[in-house]
């Protein structure tokens, strides 16, 4: 089975790299992926991909969290000042920024299962670190974009799906079964906004088998290898204002209506909402912003939450309290509140037999070890929206975490994981789909 | 002018020691002084007083912060068994406890003009001090009601008010012009529940003038005497009860709807109201009481809480404001929030013209020294609701402090003022009565 | 197997529901259960049971929230008048009031392993309900001491013990094995308060097994058996006290130091604590009370609180968290705190092989149907502390879970649960008695 | 007497105009009017003033409220492209923005008294409004600095500080007694900054005398005059930063310390503190910014907050006590807290003496009407901190208020006062420095 795909395996190691760093010094925000998408494009046509992009790849409507029209606008034209086709803008304008790219693996058959793997494309607004000590910067391929980093190895994830698809391109003969597989670059995935898009478009429609990763999470050596997590958090992602009465604060502050204090109530409230007993919560008050000068009641302010449950109807029952705080709260100040929803996911876990079909195939691949089955994720993804689509339809859907020391954590200026990860990652997928090839004809 | 009242002054001595021992022993709260009013009824019925109680005295429907029936029941039993006579019983029954003792002076005439003096009656929930080191234990006339005790002076108040009946039916023919005196015996003063009531019952129409008193306030040197106050506090009495809904927890505390933090949360958004550029405002949740268990989520929560206000527009402002954060409070725990109100004053503030009789008079009686024409009364008192109809009507009233040691302070455990002040306390309000017959004929 | 009992135990059939009757009558609080230790001491040991009790049974210093030394007192009077002897009484005194009774069933040996069953003793502070839907208001006997009552079924788990007892005592001879069997009655397991004086006094020690039961829990049909628990919730009962200080709300609040306001933003305080990442947490503060009067900044609050954790590092965590947030909301008010432990129990599981023992027995008891092999308990229990304590010494613990439809909730006025459960539990016990002691030969 | 400035004042209607235009047109914050102060010093220079400035100017280390030092250098950048020269960019470099203007009219002596007359410079960080309806739109003065505004009238008060002086160095000849006159030009008023350096460096020192004005306070009537005023509200400007530790809000909440939770419940603490009875207070925290990202428990918090009180004892509780709330907030999150202060400023009122004389020059001045002799203030200012050090050195010193229509608030996008105001103000002080010279022969 090594012998499928060894040589080319080979050949790809330094072109990973290459992929890898490019995409990170250029880091784009979620539903800005622009130049981003623009290149795997152009790339995977060029090794034959059939694409599906813009209207056709993701629901607009079913976005969550763009961002203000200023920041698309922004980011298109520094795209198209990086030298980005106009052919691409257009198809992708306006944050629809998804990609899918097909290909068609052994003989041709209607009859061939689908296999859809999910990558992730966008960056994270953090400000990269500047010393030598940073593993980026010594080797030149820091961000480009001041206040945009790659810190959550979505870089690592887009290479490995590079790396797969010149494998799968170049290897289409070694299938004695027919498979189609599709290659999904998802953007918006940070807080959870981009999967339920894609999902409406139909995305993972007729998919037999769904299949994602994760560098660096909970396995954080390099070599570990989690075929399959459980327990992926459900969460919402909650943007509220409060608006009040602005009242100068010596001669009349009973005229004012306080949003910054309406807020802190709130903040107090929903970290103190009642624990259940049906499952895990979580409440973070992630931002709180109020008042502009010190001297006058501050008419407003506004907050970016999120709640995580371990199941869908302790989620429900957390979404429904935290609201009524809201509310009461904004009441106790004389203030009203509006809030919107800006990220939602489900609880899922991976299916276990497809689980064992990457166990099976992490023991052809020397690099990973320990394999460990699965662990509990205790976060949120909102990879978990298109698992439960999957499930619900009949198919099978799988995440794996890839083991990898890092320099700094995830979402920090320090982030960086270890690059050796990505050519066994590549071989492990390869691995997959050649297994599920053959699984379907039994 | 001395020479009018000092025979029959010094024959008071004596018996003011002896009423104001009595009743101090014999306490009974607000609405309950069964027995204290009986004492004082037939008393006064045999120094020839015309007396009003009852239906009369009394508009029921106008009472404040009633007890419970249990309590009114057994402090009528107590005064039973205390050997009150049933034709006494049967007037005050269920609470309505007030008299108004009336005199005619001077002359008979149908124009003579009426001046109304107020003496409390009410004691306090409050253990006296059982220590030899307390006067009242000392002198064998501590309280002999167990968690009862006069801890504000109304036994001195009625004591003073009592001297002045004997002093006025002895004297009626020293006064040359005609005036008519009513001595109004006012229930539950503390928390300001009972003014309101006499004054709807008519018992200050038709007042030329108002006088009331009080033993130690403000002036706390024996000798002392305050002529007037100005700012009574306007203020508002208010108890309200959240209720929830019980839960394990251990188990299911999502269950719960937690009253107990709805009255924290509320507790402290009450004292947080804002401060106000048009006036002085206090806030005090004085009690709370929630849950009953350590392991069930608290279902019900109580509290008793009073608002100030130095000006009735700011009081008004302050009372809506208290009821948002109630209301929102209970909200925000999901609970219920009902509340009433047990006692109510206006803002006020001493007649300026009346004031300046009492401070002549006061340099009539050699024991008053220093004497003060007036200071900020900072407290509330529901004498402010009969000085507002008085005032309204174009009559003038006025309140007084006369000064003296306290060797515990109000509403303490060991509170107990000098009884030096009883007498001549009579005296001034003996001469003021004097001074007004005079000044109606001018 | 069955024959072995069931001639015996169709004779307990009554004496069960009377024992349960006489004991649900005179309902004692924990440290208090003076009269009910006498009852069962004095049966047991007419039935031949050697008895351990006083400062034999129980370690004194180790008991937590003994009450108040008048409560005490009252309780012992109480059972003095009810006919106590003195003998007893002295033996008890001052709430030592633990027994353990031992029995040697089959050939005297040496080696005979011990098996400790536990039962609880105490009652709640809960008024009965006194209606005549209250099947024991029906039957005649409600709990006679007011205030009190048997509200969580230790009446029917003393009459399983008892009918044991005199099961045993008479079936020693069946016993072809040599097993020692220790009846265990604890005071004071409301609120977790007295296993850990059992333990240390040694009222395990050398247990090879150890077994305890509830009726109701989990399992609310009559018929249903939970053979096993996980999942004991770790837990500390914590007593907090605020002393601030005392002023007058309206003349001078800024005097005051506020300890209702301390006690309200430790409340929403405590009830914030960070969710935990390694385990469940609960948190409840279940009473709340402080202030005197409505118009004094309130000097004293005290709170009763409970802390609960899934596993003992996070218990650990969370009583220091909680601990700080008691001191640091004491700070913002400008009070003092102190609090004490009234209660504290470990986290903890059934061992499964005793578990799989007891499994076996409920299938030659035909009365339980369902019977489940385990389930996640969610509360706390005292009996967590001597589960450990037989595990870390090499033993097996299990605590079973007796369904019974119940007529109102545990700790609730209406709690009563079926009297049809006595028999087959007792019969359970018995069968499992009889299959530890051929496990040991084997 | 009105002849005495008459031609002189009639000649600066224009210029008064275009002084203010100009100054509004460049607004600069507090501690970098830079080019303001260059401006007005080379003007002053021109008309014969003699000029102190810099370190002589100002105690550089009681300078409060300083920003940042990349703020500071950018504004002298500004200035410098503004074409401000480069000495006066010397001696007010790094924010030593102050100057003393001082001439002496009449005979020369050595004996003449001292006269200073405060003008405040600093801007605020607005955004003026950009629309037609708003007055220096529509007459091409708008600010041409984004994000800054003269919203508080500064620009109008130095303009009549510049027309003062101009009328003054024309007629030192119409003045029959000695007397010096120092124009002080104050930085970073706002927020109660400047005023502490200023003092500290002796700026009004010997003064017999000390004049400042506002325009459009409390009297907003165009034509209208405060003569004098009470109650300066004493202030701290307070500036609190909360430091916790970050975490995963999903895995691993327990690891966090959360620093917006601290600042919210000390937030809610302030505006909690207890009212006073020695004295008004207020409390506003106008500004609370906390946390980075939605999924991260937040590590920083940072607030500006005031506190009030109409007298210095007050004050000194008020300001004990929000640091006890500040610190004690972070405590019961696990974080520390630090904080600095940014301004303050004491109680003061004007001398009544001198408010006398400028009552008497306004009735020369037929613009003013009605003339009211003074208000409360009910709001902070650092002039009370000049105030305080003139009366305690024997001096006088009073505070006027120059009734405007205005076309919106203070501190708000749409200010703007009447700039008819301008010239009878300068009228005003002209007549009043005469006035005082003649005082002083008596």
Request: proline fraction near 4%; include cysteine; charge should be negative.
């Given at each position: 089975m090594s012998d499928l795909f060894s040589h080319e395996l080979e050949s790809l190691a330094s072109p990973l790299i290459t992929w890898r760093r490019y995409l990170h010094r250029y880091p784009e925000e979620g539903w800005t992926e622009f130049a981003t998408v623009a290149f795997l494009a152009a790339t995977l046509e060029r090794w034959g991909f059939r694409l599906t992009?813009?209207?056709?790849?993701?629901?607009?409507?079913?976005?969550?969290?763009?961002?203000?029209?200023?920041?698309?606008?922004g980011a298109a034209s520094r795209a198209h000042a990086h030298g980005v086709e106009s052919r691409w803008l257009g198809i992708v304008h306006n944050g629809m920024t998804a990609l899918w790219a097909d290909i068609a693996l052994g003989p041709a058959s209607q009859q061939a299962p689908l296999l859809v793997l999910r990558f992730e494309m966008d960056a994270l607004p953090i400000n990269e670190a500047r010393d030598a000590a940073h593993y980026p910067v010594c080797e030149g391929f820091a961000s480009l974009h001041h206040g945009l980093m790659h810190a959550c190895g979505h870089d690592g994830h887009m290479a490995i799906g590079l790396g797969l698809a010149r494998l799968l391109s170049k290897c289409r003969?070694?299938?004695?079964?027919?498979?189609?597989?599709?290659?999904?670059?998802?953007?918006?995935?940070?807080?959870?906004?981009?999967?339920q898009a894609l999902a409406a478009a139909g995305a993972v429609d007729g998919a037999q088998w769904l299949l994602g990763l994760h560098i660096g999470i909970a396995a954080q050596h390099t070599g570990e290898l989690v075929c399959g997590v459980d327990n992926f958090l459900a969460t919402s992602k909650i943007d509220a204002r409060f608006t009040g009465l602005a009242a100068h604060a010596g001669s009349a502050p009973q005229k004012g209506h306080n949003a910054?204090?309406?807020?802190?109530?709130?903040?107090?409230?929903?970290?103190?909402?009642?624990?259940n007993g049906q499952g895990d919560?979580?409440?973070?008050?992630?931002?709180?912003?109020?008042?502009?000068?010190?001297?006058?009641?501050?008419?407003?302010?506004?907050?970016?939450?999120?709640?995580?449950?371990?199941?869908?109807?302790?989620?429900?029952?957390?979404?429904?309290e935290a609201q009524r705080v809201?509310?009461?709260?904004?009441?106790?100040?004389?203030?009203?509140?509006?809030?919107?929803?800006a990220g939602r996911a489900p609880a899922a876990s991976s299916h276990p037999l497809l689980r064992s079909v990457v166990q099976a195939c992490a023991g052809r691949v020397p690099f990973f070890?320990?394999?460990?089955?699965?662990?509990?994720?205790?976060?949120?993804?909102?990879?978990?929206?298109?698992?439960n689509s999957v499930h619900e339809a009949g198919g099978q859907a799988n995440y794996m975490l890839v083991g990898s020391q890092l320099a700094g954590g995830h979402h920090t200026p320090y982030f960086d994981f270890d690059e050796k990860v990505l050519l066994p990652s590549v071989a492990l997928l390869a691995q997959t789909c050649h297994a599920l090839s053959l699984q379907h004809t039994a």
């Amino acid at each position: 089975m090594s012998d499928l795909f060894s040589h080319e395996l080979e050949s790809l190691a330094s072109p990973l790299i290459t992929w890898r760093r490019y995409l990170h010094r250029y880091p784009e925000e979620g539903w800005t992926e622009f130049a981003t998408v623009a290149f795997l494009a152009a790339t995977l046509e060029r090794w034959g991909f059939r694409l599906t992009m813009g209207e056709d790849a993701l629901c607009s409507a079913s976005r969550m969290g763009l961002p203000a029209p200023e920041v698309l606008t922004g980011a298109a034209s520094r795209a198209h000042a990086h030298g980005v086709e106009s052919r691409w803008l257009g198809i992708v304008h306006n944050g629809m920024t998804a990609l899918w790219a097909d290909i068609a693996l052994g003989p041709a058959s209607q009859q061939a299962p689908l296999l859809v793997l999910r990558f992730e494309m966008d960056a994270l607004p953090i400000n990269e670190a500047r010393d030598a000590a940073h593993y980026p910067v010594c080797e030149g391929f820091a961000s480009l974009h001041h206040g945009l980093m790659h810190a959550c190895g979505h870089d690592g994830h887009m290479a490995i799906g590079l790396g797969l698809a010149r494998l799968l391109s170049k290897c289409r003969e070694s299938f004695s079964q027919p498979l189609r597989v599709r290659l999904l670059f998802q953007p918006a995935e940070e807080s959870v906004r981009g999967a339920q898009a894609l999902a409406a478009a139909g995305a993972v429609d007729g998919a037999q088998w769904l299949l994602g990763l994760h560098i660096g999470i909970a396995a954080q050596h390099t070599g570990e290898l989690v075929c399959g997590v459980d327990n992926f958090l459900a969460t919402s992602k909650i943007d509220a204002r409060f608006t009040g009465l602005a009242a100068h604060a010596g001669s009349a502050p009973q005229k004012g209506h306080n949003a910054l204090l309406a807020a802190s109530a709130a903040a107090l409230g929903l970290h103190a909402i009642s624990r259940n007993g049906q499952g895990d919560t979580r409440v973070c008050v992630g931002t709180l912003n109020a008042g502009q000068c010190r001297n006058t009641i501050p008419a407003h302010a506004s907050m970016e939450l999120e709640v995580r449950a371990s199941n869908d109807s302790v989620h429900q029952w957390l979404d429904t309290e935290a609201q009524r705080v809201l509310a009461a709260a904004a009441d106790l100040w004389h203030c009203t509140e509006k809030h919107c929803l800006a990220g939602r996911a489900p609880a899922a876990s991976s299916h276990p037999l497809l689980r064992s079909v990457v166990q099976a195939c992490a023991g052809r691949v020397p690099f990973f070890k320990p394999v460990r089955p699965s662990c509990s994720f205790g976060a949120s993804e909102d990879f978990s929206l298109l698992v439960n689509s999957v499930h619900e339809a009949g198919g099978q859907a799988n995440y794996m975490l890839v083991g990898s020391q890092l320099a700094g954590g995830h979402h920090t200026p320090y982030f960086d994981f270890d690059e050796k990860v990505l050519l066994p990652s590549v071989a492990l997928l390869a691995q997959t789909c050649h297994a599920l090839s053959l699984q379907h004809t039994a």
